[in-house]
Each structure stands twice: as structure tokens, then as C-alpha cells.
């Protein structure tokens, strides 16, 4: 049951990023609002496979988003050869920022504080 509210979540979350990304064309929500959503959709499709608890997983998630940063930093997708590539550039970015950096911590520190809020709810159902 789980894995199916989570693949609900990805796919609602994919399809506003999608939104976004094709519709919106403003200064905030695209550059900004994006950025900490998409770390809410990695979180649901790493649930998806794996549905257990796992209190680190938002701080794997920004530690994955940076490392992706920096490969922008360093032009990975023209080094690679994918330059010309759509879905390459897309995926893994063409320009790194700062201001990204700290969306993904925003995006991280509110699923970490919803899975506290979630834990407690669940212990105060239990008393």
C-alpha cells in the first residue's frame, strides 16, 4: 500500500514539475520553486522502492542534488558529449548556482520535518 501512495506522489509531483518547467516562466516558482519540489519527487521515487522508514534519506537526497550541482560546475554534460542532448541537459543541468543549493536544503529540511511530523503523529495514535 506504501508503494503505491508513493508511486501516486512521484507521478503528481512529476507531472507539476512538468507543468513548470514547460508553462511557468516567472522568477520564482521556475527557478526556485522547482528546485525544492524536485527533491520532495526524488524522496517519493526512492519510496517506491524502498517504503521502510528511513530517517537519513533526506539528507542522502541533498547530498545526491549537490553532487549533481557540482557536475554542473564542471559542464559534465558537454565533457560527456551529451551537450546537444535535451533530456541529458535537462536531467543533469547545464549551469551551476548557488541559490539551487540552498532550494534543495529548503526541499530537504521540509520532507525531514514532515517525516518528524508524521512520527509523531503516529506515536501520539499509539498512546
Do not use: H
Request: net charge positive.
Amino acid at each position: 500500500m506504501k508503494r503505491a501512495i508513493y508511486i501516486f506522489l512521484f507521478l503528481l509531483i512529476f507531472v507539476q514539475e512538468v507543468i513548470i518547467a514547460v508553462y511557468v516562466d516567472d522568477a520564482f516558482i521556475r527557478p526556485y520553486g522547482g528546485d525544492i519540489i524536485v527533491e520532495w519527487l526524488i524522496y517519493c521515487f526512492v519510496r517506491i522502492f524502498y517504503p521502510k522508514k528511513f530517517k537519513l534519506l533526506p539528507y542522502y537526497i541533498f547530498l545526491f542534488s549537490v553532487v549533481i550541482e557540482i557536475t554542473q560546475y564542471f559542464k559534465l554534460v558537454e565533457v560527456i558529449g551529451l551537450g546537444d542532448n535535451n533530456i541529458a541537459c535537462a536531467v543533469l543541468g547545464t549551469s551551476f548556482a548557488w541559490a539551487d543549493i540552498i532550494c534543495y536544503a529548503i526541499g530537504c529540511v521540509c520532507i525531514r520535518l514532515g517525516q518528524e511530523i508524521w512520527r509523531l503523529r503516529q506515536k501520539k495514535e499509539l498512546v
